[in-house]
């Protein structure tokens, strides 16, 4: 049987850069494609029912129950903002090639640096790892798609703001002047763009099979492993990366107290045979080293 796959698809600079990859990607091989614009989750008609499926994800959440509903038959997204628990009936069916991980300052000048200033992010990881290496600073709560996010920054008064790396690299508004903010640790599995589908949808999902990058897929594994136990269901400073070193894998993960007042960090190096539970072992060895009682507090602020 041969059908067309409809993508699902917001309407953002960087959704539509991914979405039309996917099609690209897919029709190499041979697959007709449609993009599907998805309206915004104020005009779909949410039954209580697909909430009960588990779908949870604020950036997700639009494109599940339009597959679930039956409009789109695959969704193409930024891998970071896909709940560790999947809605009941989408998995995940592919995994592409990693981009840049990694975050980047976007900023006016960086004397700020050595004393006081102001930076602009709406991700909780990002402004504990930053308070914890420049407590002096203050953060303000930046939102919205990419586009948005750079405009705001033009028009207000702070000093600098923090992009992912592989999101401007994508539709290409990187500025020369940045700065590589290589001592932080990213999200999991940013960089990395996740194509789902419909767990009984065998036509779409051997045809996304082909896309899905190996490397990329077992590190992000890892780290979505080490967030999963972590995170126990409430959001929290978490990073984690993996990174394919030969025959060796190499991890390194951090759980941060929302301020920056406490940090804890792990580091470990294992062969590619021995990948199994990593992340798993990994964030247990971190919650029975103090961070349980700061995932506690985590909750009971954010709860």
């Given at each position: 049987?041969?059908?067309t796959?409809?993508?699902?698809?917001?309407?953002?600079q960087?959704?539509?850069?991914?979405?039309?990859?996917?099609s690209?990607?897919?029709?190499?091989l041979?697959?007709?494609?449609?993009?599907?614009?998805?309206?915004?989750?104020?005009?779909?008609?949410?039954?209580?029912?697909?909430?009960?499926?588990?779908i949870?994800g604020?950036f997700?959440?639009?494109?599940?129950?339009?597959?679930?509903?039956?409009?789109?038959?695959?969704a193409?997204?930024?891998?970071?903002?896909v709940?560790?628990?999947?809605?009941?009936?989408?998995?995940?069916?592919?995994?592409?090639k990693?981009?840049?991980?990694?975050?980047?300052?976007?900023h006016?000048?960086?004397?700020?640096?050595?004393?006081?200033?102001?930076?602009?992010?709406?991700?909780?990881?990002?402004?504990?790892?930053?308070?914890?290496?420049?407590?002096?600073?203050?953060?303000?709560?930046?939102?919205?798609?990419?586009?948005?996010r750079?405009?705001?920054?033009?028009?207000?008064?702070?000093?600098?703001?923090?992009?992912?790396?592989?999101?401007?690299?994508?539709?290409?508004?990187?500025?020369?002047?940045?700065?590589?903010?290589?001592w932080?640790?990213?999200?999991?599995?940013?960089?990395?763009?996740?194509?789902v589908?419909?767990?009984?949808?065998?036509?779409?999902?051997?045809?996304?099979?082909?896309?899905?990058?190996?490397?990329?897929?077992?590190?992000?594994?890892?780290?979505?492993?080490?967030?999963?136990?972590?995170?126990?269901?409430?959001?929290?400073?978490?990073?984690a990366l993996?990174?394919?070193?030969?025959?060796?894998?190499?991890?390194?993960?951090?759980?941060?107290?929302?301020?920056?007042?406490?940090?804890?960090?792990?580091?470990?190096?294992v062969?590619?045979?021995?990948?199994k539970?990593?992340?798993?072992k990994?964030?247990?060895?971190?919650?029975?080293?103090g961070?349980?009682?700061?995932m506690?507090?985590?909750?009971?602020?954010l709860?």
């Amino acid at each position: 049987m041969n059908k067309t796959i409809r993508i699902g698809t917001r309407d953002s600079q960087l959704a539509l850069w991914q979405a039309n990859t996917v099609s690209r990607a897919l029709e190499k091989l041979g697959h007709a494609t449609e993009l599907i614009p998805v309206k915004s989750e104020g005009d779909l008609n949410l039954e209580v029912p697909l909430y009960e499926m588990g779908i949870t994800g604020i950036f997700t959440r639009t494109l599940d129950v339009a597959m679930i509903t039956g409009k789109i038959d695959i969704a193409v997204h930024s891998m970071k903002d896909v709940p560790t628990r999947l809605p009941k009936g989408i998995v995940e069916a592919a995994v592409l090639k990693r981009a840049n991980p990694g975050d980047i300052l976007l900023h006016k000048g960086l004397d700020f640096l050595e004393g006081e200033g102001t930076i602009a992010t709406g991700s909780l990881r990002r402004k504990a790892q930053w308070l914890n290496r420049y407590p002096l600073h203050k953060v303000e709560d930046l939102r919205g798609n990419v586009n948005t996010r750079m405009k705001k920054l033009e028009t207000n008064s702070w000093n600098a703001a923090i992009f992912a790396a592989a999101g401007l690299d994508r539709i290409d508004l990187k500025p020369e002047d940045h700065l590589e903010l290589n001592w932080m640790i990213p999200a999991p599995a940013q960089g990395a763009m996740l194509i789902v589908a419909m767990e009984e949808d065998a036509y779409c999902r051997e045809a996304i099979i082909a896309l899905n990058h190996a490397d990329t897929a077992m590190c992000v594994a890892v780290e979505r492993e080490f967030l999963k136990v972590l995170e126990g269901g409430c959001t929290a400073p978490i990073g984690a990366l993996a990174v394919i070193e030969g025959d060796q894998l190499y991890f390194k993960g951090g759980l941060f107290g929302l301020n920056g007042e406490q940090k804890f960090e792990i580091e470990k190096t294992v062969p590619l045979t021995e990948v199994k539970d990593l992340g798993r072992k990994c964030a247990e060895e971190i919650l029975e080293n103090g961070g349980a009682e700061l995932m506690k507090t985590i909750k009971q602020v954010l709860n």
